[in-house]
């Protein structure tokens, strides 16, 4: 992945801010591309005042209203983040109150897969054009990967032949968030889906283990745009049309992975309290917080919830001596 230049009157120091992050072990990267749309506005307006102003912050912040609140949240919290910076070399740099970054945000509804919807947009890319290309395996492998793991979209891409065990049934994620490396459990019918793409792969790209797993049509490694720019036209051809105004995404299908791993807890009456830790570990998250924002009530989740808790009252009525009496 490629780092932003910055090229504002402040890129200097902007450079220096991401060298200072990226010194304590994680790559920044994201972060550096959200403040790179800070170095894009500076640069656009010409600034070049001897310090950042609350002034300039809000213009910028104006120009993000187009934007979901938890998007301009995230870029205002690396924005102040910088500014901080700043403020310790220049004491007159305005710093964002931090309450700003803790807008309320609106209510996300993630569009939530079934299984017969994900499989049927497998076929669909699997008919991927041009003919005879791995194009269309490609893309239905990476579409199903991600629906049975709950992968993000780099980590599965980032995969390499050597991060695939077959024998454990598990692969190995070398680039997680924040640069942690996890391994991920995989069930044999997606261990299964994984070698019928590995052999056909391989017998138009032969590799080494170092190589990519998931390719594009020349044998490079298959990039983030190639796996999202087909995916919505896919969802046109299946009939799953924008729900509230949005389009389901490719982040959805981690969402999907989330809440099917809990409906099945349910219906195999785990202790799902207990298990979110393991769920949270599984899927990358620093601490449950982050994973429960993938949690959503579907209909089929909360009806299995309404049924354990039916269950319990009863059960609890009776250990007590509970009585049909009035």
């Known amino acids: 992945m490629r780092y932003p230049v910055f090229k504002s009157h402040f890129g200097q120091e902007m450079t220096a801010f991401c060298a200072l992050h990226r010194l304590s072990g994680t790559d920044y990267l994201s972060q550096a591309r959200l403040l790179s749309k800070f170095d894009d506005f500076l640069d656009g307006i010409d600034y070049s005042g001897s310090s950042l102003t609350r002034q300039v912050i809000d213009r910028f912040m104006q120009k993000q209203s187009h934007l979901a609140p938890r998007s301009r ?3 205002l919290c690396v924005v102040r983040q910088f500014c901080v910076y700043l403020n310790r070399q220049e004491p007159t740099c305005y710093v964002p109150e931090r309450s700003r970054t803790l807008q309320s945000y609106a209510v ?6 079934s299984t017969g919807q994900v499989l049927n947009l497998m076929a669909q890319a699997m008919a991927l054009p041009p003919a005879g290309s791995l194009r269309g395996f490609t893309l239905k492998t990476v579409y199903g990967l991600l629906f049975t793991t709950g992968l993000r979209i780099n980590e599965a891409l980032s995969l390499n032949l050597e991060d695939i065990h077959f024998n454990g049934l598990r692969l190995f994620i070398r680039r997680g968030k924040f640069r ?5 459990t995989i069930t044999p019918s997606t261990a299964k889906a994984i070698q019928a793409y590995l052999n056909c792969r391989l017998r138009k790209f032969p590799a080494s283990h170092a190589d990519p797993l998931f390719v594009n049509r020349h044998g ?4 983030q745009a190639s796996a999202r720019k087909p995916f919505r036209k896919l969802l046109a051809s299946c009939g799953m049309t924008p729900q509230s ?7 959805d299908l981690r969402h999907s992975f989330a809440v099917e791993r809990l409906l099945r807890w349910y219906r195999e009456r785990e202790d799902v309290n207990s298990l979110l830790p393991a769920l949270a570990t ?3 998250h620093v601490n449950i917080a ?4 993938y949690i959503h009530a579907t209909p089929e989740l909360m009806h299995e919830v309404y049924r354990r808790s039916l269950a319990y009252v009863a059960t609890h009525i009776h250990m007590q001596g509970g009585t049909d009496d009035c």
């Open 180 to 184: 942690k490396e996890r391994w991920v």
């Open 282 to 284: 599984y899927m990358g």
């Open 108 to 113: 996300f509804h993630p569009y939530i897969f």
């Open 290 to 293: 982050s994973t429960q924002i």
């Open 73 to 75: 949240a995230n870029r």
């Open 245 to 251: 105004g949005r389009h389901p995404r490719l982040q």
């Open 220 to 223: 490079k490694r298959l990039s």
